[in-house]
């Protein structure tokens, strides 16, 4: 991995990133450029959407920086994810990054209209994967003010 002029340094909002991604190869390269570029967040990896919706009732949304969304999984897609988002109150305002192989401006066009924050088509190119991961992080993890949640 390149050494980036972008020196993430969480200030200890960012907690969590999830990671919803089939491919085993992809969501370990992905763990592996956080943990080289010191990005100090838990990432907790879900294999698929339903393993995703599973989970999210045992952590606690304040604790959630940003979901990595691939589109096309078994099981449960990433449409499908977002769709189960949007009508949950809870998790609706999730910041949701659809993380994808597939630069299909329909794609881009339906994960905006079911509420993702942002989506980005990953690179193919190590060298711009990682700088792409830590752009990412750099708005989302760091940058970005999210709405503060009212019980």
Same mark, same amino acid.
């Given at each position: ?24 190869? #992809? ?6 450029i956080y943990r080289e570029q010191?990005?100090?967040? #838990? ?18 949304? =304040? ?16 449409? =499908?994810?977002?769709?189960e988002l949007s009508m949950n ?23 905006? #209209? ?38």
């Amino acid at each position: 991995m390149s050494n980036q002029s972008i020196t993430p340094k969480c200030s200890g909002i960012c907690k969590k990133v999830i990671l919803v991604e089939d491919n085993i190869a #992809e969501a370990d390269l992905t763990r592996i450029i956080y943990r080289e570029q010191s990005i100090p967040c #838990e990432i907790i990896h879900c294999q698929n959407g339903e393993d995703f919706i599973n989970l999210l009732p045992s952590v606690n949304e =304040e604790d959630i920086c940003y979901v990595l969304l691939d589109l096309n999984m078994p099981r449960v897609s990433g449409y =499908e994810v977002l769709k189960e988002l949007s009508m949950n109150e809870r998790w609706k305002n999730l910041v949701v990054i659809v993380f994808t192989s597939s630069s299909n401006s329909r794609d881009v066009s339906k994960c905006y #209209e079911m509420g993702a924050k942002a989506y980005v088509a990953k690179p193919l190119d190590l060298n711009e994967l990682d700088r792409t991961i830590l752009s990412i992080h750099h708005f989302w993890g760091m940058t970005n003010i999210k709405p503060q949640i009212m019980n």
